[in-house]
Every structure is written in structure tokens, then in C-alpha cells.
């Protein structure tokens, strides 16, 4: 069924082709060939239109987009019944000459005819801030020009066509134009030793995903509250905040992407806005959650205006906060200090939560849980160790990892670990962050 819709889609367009050859003064908008999405919705192609509510216009230019990988002899059919038609005058033709490849120029022609306001109108499909372009779903040659070459190959990116023709979600690695990177945990909430009342927090989010749905689209709540979800963490490095993100994503079934603040933020005016605006275009509406550590760089306290760089700084937490209120899926900020955090962002978070230094009883379930059974401890107390020397979860786990390659390296077969090799190593996180050890 769903290649049988695929391939009514194309037919489609070959109606409206020919229409227009026949009619090239008429009007796109009313007289063309009707096109229902309800007609295609049993295919991925005809749910991504009707989800992304695709104009007939629209879908005109993502169905010429798609034609050379998808039915590439649909124009050659055409041109052998109206070998004289001003239309392939627009089209390029292969090197051999058997086929045609659509241009800007012959989706110009199909949606205005010889109607020039018409034809002017069209090129507005491929503004940077149209749909298919700014979703990065419909590409044409000559893009990085200032101007639209209107003689532009038109096709679609290859990640669309992956994701939508194919079925395969192929995720984006770190670039230029992608500064997060993917996480990934082999972990699980059991791992994640914080305080029962964080904990719960933390599942209400989870909760969001599975009860979100039903409380916007069944209960209409979406004309009376914003889309997606703010969460603030914020607490001491080493406290779980990353991990915290990874299993949100774990047992949601969603990707998470750290975004890289360092490859954001630019010393040039306007710059960082740019970044994050193809940050935000990336992944809107893909149910990725965004994991902006270290967020105060970007999402920090405005300041007093004293020149431009100020003024545009001002700009860009502006623009952060508007395109992160219209964002439909879970963003997570992490800084060191809530206070760091700008109020207008705060004010707007649905949860902030604190991650805090384990206790001494969170401290021993964090030994207990991830020293090696192959480990032999000779006369520690992990009860006293836990008590005594204030580490976070992240200082444990480096303890954890000296102590164990220096019981390897000791060629001992019993892999031994005495007090003082311990307390070496407890001393050289103590030392690291300038605390004195006792």
C-alpha cells in the first residue's frame, strides 16, 4: 500500500505537469489538480507532508526535488507527448540527453505558467526561511550564493531521503554547521545515586514524554501552552547532571546531543546567532533532546549595555529565549550556579532541579556499587572512607579507576588494594580541585 501512494504521489505531479503545459496562464492556486494529503497518509512521504502541513505548492517542489532518485523518466514521459513545450527550455538535460532534471526555473514555470507576479511568487519556496529550505530537506546547486541561481539543480538531502524514503535515521555527527555531539549510556537509573526527591524529578520528566500527547493534542491544550519542555540542572561538576541527560534519553527512546558551548560562541557580532539558529533548524520537530552543558556561557545574565558586542550579546539571549520557548522537545541546561542563569530563563523553566554533593550514605552506595568484584580490599573501611573524605560522584569513579590499573599493573594475582593505595589515590582528586587532604 504504502509504494502504491508513493507512487500516486508522482502521478499526481504528472497531472499537475501536464495541466500546466496545457494551461500556461492559469491560475496554480485555483484551477490545478486537487492534491488531499489524506489520499497518501499510509506512506512516509505522505505523512511527512501532511505532518510538516505541506502546501500544494510546496509539495510540488519536494515531489520535483525527489524526482531523479525516485522516478527520473516521469519528465522524458512528458517531453515525448509535448516535445515543443517552453518547460523544457527550464530543465536540464542528462549528457546523454535521455533524460531532464528539474531546476528552480521549471518549478517556477509549473507553479506561475507565463504569469511573471506568479513565477516571482514561487521563488519563495526557496528563501532560506521557507519550510523545505530552513529544514534542510530541499537542496539546489549554486546554495551558497548571496542570490538563487534560478537555472539551480533542485534535489533533496540525503538525510531526508534516508529518514523519510529509506526509513534509516542516520543521526548528525559534530560540524561546522552541527556543534553537539551524540551521548550514549550503558548505565541505568540504578547507577544514578542522588537524593529520592531528585530522582523523582527526574522521572517526572520521563513522564512528560509518555502523558504530553494526550494533554495537547487530546485535552487541546496546545492554543493555551508552549511546546516541548525547559529543565534547568544545576549543582557542582562530577554531581550526575551529564549522566542525569543520557538516561533521559536511555529509557525515552529519544537521542540526546551535548551541544559544544565553545564551537557557539563567537568573538564576531552576530555569529553566535547564526550558529544556534542552525542548531535550533537542525533539530526541530526530530524529538532529539538538546543538552547545552556548561550553559552559562550562552545563557548567562544580560548586561548593561556599554557598546555593541553588549548590545548583540543582549540580542542573542534574546533570540535564545524565543527559539527555546518554540522548541517541541526537551531541552537541558546545566550550570554550576542557578544564579548564574538569566531570570527571563529561569521564570520559564518547568523544572530546575539541584543536583547536590552526595551524602556519606549516597557516597558508600556509590563505592559499594561500582568497585570491581575482582578488587581486594585489605582492611578498608568503606563505611569510614565514605564518611571522612568528601568526593562526588565523578571523583569516586576516577578513585575507583587509579586504584584498580594500579592493582592490574601489580602483576599481584589477588589484584590487592591496601588503605594507602586508596588514600593515594582519594589525595590526587583532593589535589586537583586545591582541597586540602587530611
Not at 230 to 236: H, I, K, P, Q, S
Not at 312 to 331: C, K, P
Not at 332 to 349: E, G, H, P, V, Y
Request: with cysteine; net charge negative; aromatic share 12%.
Amino acid at each position: 500500500m504504502a509504494s502504491e501512494q508513493l507512487q500516486k504521489l508522482f502521478t499526481h505531479l504528472e497531472e499537475i505537469i501536464t495541466w500546466r503545459i496545457n494551461n500556461p496562464a492559469k491560475d496554480f492556486n485555483a484551477e490545478a489538480p486537487e492534491f488531499n494529503t489524506d489520499s497518501y497518509k499510509d506512506s512516509q512521504l505522505g505523512k511527512y507532508i501532511s505532518a510538516a502541513k505541506l502546501s500544494p505548492q510546496e509539495a510540488v517542489v519536494l515531489l520535483m526535488a525527489l524526482m531523479p532518485r525516485l522516478e527520473p523518466t516521469l519528465l522524458k514521459r512528458i517531453y515525448l507527448e509535448f516535445p515543443n513545450d517552453i518547460l523544457f527550455d527550464f530543465c536540464f538535460p542528462s549528457d546523454n540527453g535521455r533524460l531532464f532534471y528539474p531546476t528552480v526555473q521549471a518549478v517556477q514555470y509549473i507553479l506561475g505558467g507565463d504569469q511573471i507576479p506568479e513565477r516571482l511568487k514561487a521563488l519563495e519556496y526557496f528563501n532560506p526561511d521557507s519550510t523545505l529550505i530552513k529544514r534542510e530537506v530541499v537542496v539546489f546547486s549554486g546554495s551558497g550564493h548571496e542570490y538563487l541561481p534560478t537555472n539551480s539543480l533542485i534535489s533533496v538531502h540525503q538525510e531526508f531521503f534516508n529518514t523519510v524514503i529509506l526509513g534509516w535515521e542516520l543521526l548528525p555527527k559534530m560540524s561546522g554547521d552541527f556543534p553537539a555531539e551524540q551521548l550514549h549510556t550503558g548505565r541505568s537509573w540504578n547507577d544514578l545515586i542522588l537524593p529520592q526527591d531528585t530522582l523523582e524529578e527526574l522521572q517526572a520528566i520521563e513522564s512528560w514524554y509518555t502523558s504530553s500527547r494526550i494533554l495537547m493534542e487530546d485535552w487541546d491544550m496546545q492554543k493555551k501552552l508552549k511546546p516541548g519542555f525547559r529543565v534547568l540542572f544545576y549543582g557542582d561538576p562530577g554531581t550526575g547532571k551529564t549522566l542525569a541527560a543520557s538516561l533521559l534519553g536511555k529509557y525515552t527512546g529519544r537521542p540526546v546531543f551535548r551541544v559544544d558551548v565553545s564551537m557557539l560562541v563567537s568573538k564576531y557580532i552576530g555569529e553566535t546567532e547564526k550558529q544556534l539558529s542552525k542548531l535550533f533548524d537542525k533539530a526541530e520537530n526530530k524529538n532529539w533532546i538538546l543538552f547545552f552543558d556548561e550553559a552559562d556561557a550562552i545563557f548567562g545574565k544580560r548586561t548593561n549595555v556599554r557598546d555593541a558586542h553588549d548590545k548583540y550579546a543582549n540580542q542573542e539571549v534574546s533570540y535564545l529565549l524565543q527559539r527555546i520557548e518554540t522548541f517541541s522537545g526537551l531541552i537541558i541546561l546545566a550550570s554550576n550556579f542557578k544564579n548564574n542563569m538569566d531570570q527571563a530563563f529561569t521564570r520559564r523553566f518547568h523544572s530546575c532541579i539541584k543536583f547536590s554533593n552526595p551524602k556519606h550514605e549516597e557516597r558508600l552506595r556509590i563505592w559499594q556499587q561500582n568497585l570491581p568484584k575482582q578488587l581486594q580490599l585489605e582492611d578498608i573501611n568503606l563505611e569510614q572512607i565514605a564518611r571522612r573524605y568528601d568526593l562526588t560522584g565523578s571523583n569516586i569513579m576516577n578513585v575507583i579507576q587509579d586504584v584498580s590499573l594500579k592493582a592490574i599493573a601489580s602483576e599481584k594475582p589477588d589484584y590487592k588494594v591496601d588503605l594507602n593505595m586508596l588514600l593515594e589515590s582519594i589525595k590526587k582528586e583532593y589535589v586537583k580541585e586545591d582541597k586540602i587532604f587530611t
